[in-house]
């Protein structure tokens, strides 16, 4: 019996960004989904679970914080990693309030990216959070 890697959704309105994320993953050996509107990610977890989430925190319509809130409202237990390119003050306490295991601005680097996504799928142990 063989057990299915954790998928990884990544939530971010733009293309760029959505394509090198899911390039980087699959090289990395994780299986990746993207979205580009945070509205239809949202709908998918009726029917999917998702091993973690990458989500920008700035997006039109639908931004982070929301997708945020959406998931702690409804109980939904998937580790988020926040990246955003608009690092403000106070966002990393308000993410963290909300829910969300990292934080991570714009652009990403490879290695802390990586070491958040072990750390979300609960690959490596001893790591703190």
């Known amino acids: 019996m063989s057990v299915e890697a954790p998928v990884i959704a990544i939530v971010d309105d733009e ?73 403000q003050p106070g966002s990393v306490e308000r993410v963290q309030r909300l829910g969300a295991s990292a934080y991570l601005t714009k652009p990403v680097d490879e290695e802390p990216l990586m070491r958040a996504i072990e750390q979300a799928l609960g690959q490596r142990s001893g790591v703190e959070r």
């Open 15 to 87: 293309p760029r960004m959505r394509s090198a994320l899911c390039r980087l993953l699959r090289v990395r050996g994780h299986a990746a989904v993207p979205f580009e509107e945070p509205a239809l990610f949202l709908l998918t977890l009726e029917t999917r679970k998702y091993g973690c989430v990458i989500l920008d925190l700035h997006m039109p319509e639908i931004d982070g914080y929301d997708v945020l809130e959406c998931l702690a409202s409804q109980h939904q237990d998937v580790p988020i990693i926040v990246i955003t390119g608009h690092d």
